[in-house]
């Protein structure tokens, strides 16, 4: 009982603070894979890193970028997004890590062709990526604790129908003493019982035992 109290405060915590954090998106430099880039990172909260990049390779994948990579970073080649530089493909890298409070920290490189995205170059995309990567963030963000929900709606599920067997329970046992009681009371009264149909058989006994020793001195007296 008590780690379920611990998990359903440590659960309510989680969702406070959760909602009080805005996902942002700031410009930095990462080093890649590929090198040293300026990048856009934002912070996926109550998600892994491998939950996080396996849901980023999904919306490349949509984008008809071709993936590669793992859970810490992601190559995607030949990105195609509707009115983003100008419908021409992009190359993206994005890197994935997780940090002390279990939340993922990712950064996002994206090569023009010839030159990376940044802000004081290329304002009018870079803000289009940080949109992008804002609402993927949010939505990634929202889908774990959605998930975090779920299980604690099948938590407390579960404790509603063990209180209502603990309460079954608890009327079963009361019918059981009224049983039980009735049942000593009865035997109570057929104690009593016994004890005068006792008596009134040694009665009994005792008049049998005279009788026969009547009938004994009967057939004594004949001669």
């Known amino acids: 009982m008590k780690s379920i109290t611990l998990f359903s405060i440590l659960f309510l915590t989680s969702i406070f603070v959760l909602g009080q954090r805005k996902i942002k998106v700031d410009e930095t430099s ?5 090198g040293k880039q300026s990048a856009l990172k934002t912070t996926v909260y109550e998600a ?12 490349m994948r949509d984008y008809k970028g071709k993936t590669s990579g ?20 992009v190359d993206i890298y ?15 490189a994206v090569d023009l062709g010839g030159a ?3 802000s004081s170059s290329h304002s009018e995309l870079s803000k289009k990526m940080e949109k992008i990567i804002q609402e993927f963030a949010k939505k990634s963000s929202e889908e774990r604790v959605k998930e975090q929900i779920k299980a604690a709606e099948k938590l407390f599920s579960n404790m509603e129908s063990d ?9 079963n046992l ?14 109570e009264e057929d104690i009593k019982t016994n004890l005068t149909n006792q008596e009134n058989k040694k009665k009994e006994i005792e008049d049998q035992q005279k009788m026969l020793e ?5 057939l004594k007296s004949i001669n």
């Open 163 to 171: 209180q209502k067997k603990l309460v079954s329970e608890n009327e």
């Open 116 to 118: 990376y995205m940044s």
């Open 94 to 108: 994005a890197h994935f890590e997780e940090n002390s409070e279990g939340h993922t920290v990712m950064y996002v």
């Open 214 to 218: 009547t009938l004994k001195d009967k």
């Open 48 to 59: 892994n890193a491998k939950t996080v990049s396996k849901e980023w390779e999904d919306l």
């Open 174 to 187: 009361h019918q059981d003493i009224v049983k039980y009681n009735e049942k000593i009371k009865k035997a």
């Open 30 to 34: 990462y080093n890649f894979k590929s």
């Open 70 to 89: 793992n859970k810490d970073e992601i190559f995607a080649d030949n990105v195609l997004m509707k009115d983003f530089n100008d419908n021409n493909p």
